[in-house]
């Protein structure tokens, strides 16, 4: 079974306004990752959050992460149209093996 | 460095045949796993392998084959193909310690009549 599950599974905005997307877990996990697919393409590394850090920042991006509560949020700020994507996150354990969730299918509004 | 390759880009197979998915990276990683990806599904875990001669079955194992025989390749074999196994197969390899990102290849898409 997969062990992250992304929600919303799809979300629609302006550009300009901010995307936020939310990864819940089950099992204690070393790092998450969010990766980003473009239609038809492969998935490419956007973040990784260890289980010991709370917040990271990448440019227009930013994650949390709580594993008190085996949640993660992705925030995508003043997204772009080249943003539409769908979005992944993946855990994982101690087999460095990521875990993927079915993803959010953005859609950035031009 | 050419990071992850994977070939062919794109399979057309009848059923019962056989045919294998190649998976090379240069980055000397440890880590080299294959997952497949079917619509509304997300990636899932078929094979991986944690190095040379070493390989363990994922979330979805059944009908494929791998090994390892060196650290650059980790070939997925299909014994006998399904139409079930039509899906998108990502290759990706990954690093330990310091270096956990997960490379992806760019994928094989492979049809089963």
């Known amino acids: 079974s997969q062990q992250g599950e992304e929600d919303p599974q799809a979300l629609s905005i302006q550009e300009g306004e901010n995307a936020t997307m939310n ?7 070393n790092n998450l990752q969010w990766y980003r697919q473009n239609s038809g393409r492969g998935l490419v590394h956007l973040i990784l959050i260890r289980s010991n ?11 949390t992460l709580d594993t008190s ?17 769908s979005y992944f996150c993946a855990t994982s354990g101690g087999s460095y093996i990521p875990t993927f969730g ?3 299918s953005l859609i950035v509004h031009p | 460095n050419a990071g992850v390759t994977q070939t062919p880009k794109f399979q057309v197979l009848k059923t019962g045949q056989s045919m294998t998915l190649q998976c090379a990276q240069d980055m000397n990683h440890e880590y080299m796993s294959w997952y497949r990806q079917d619509p509304g599904m997300g990636l899932r875990l078929i094979h991986y392998s944690v190095g040379a001669g070493i390989t363990d079955q994922g979330e979805v194992p059944n009908g494929y084959n791998v090994s390892r025989s060196t650290t650059e390749d980790f070939p997925l074999r ?21 270096r956990q990102t997960q490379y992806f290849g760019p994928g094989t898409r492979l049809l089963v009549l």
């Open chain 1, 23 to 29: 990864c819940s877990y089950k099992t204690s996990i």
């Open chain 1, 53 to 63: 850090e709370r917040e990271k920042h990448s440019g227009r991006l930013r994650v």
């Open chain 1, 69 to 85: 509560k085996k949640s993660s949020s992705l925030l995508i700020t003043a997204s772009r149209a080249a943003d539409t994507a």
């Open chain 1, 102 to 104: 079915r993803g959010t």
């Open chain 2, 78 to 98: 299909l014994l006998s193909a399904a139409p079930s196994q039509t899906s998108v197969y990502f290759c990706a390899s990954t690093g330990t310690g310091g």
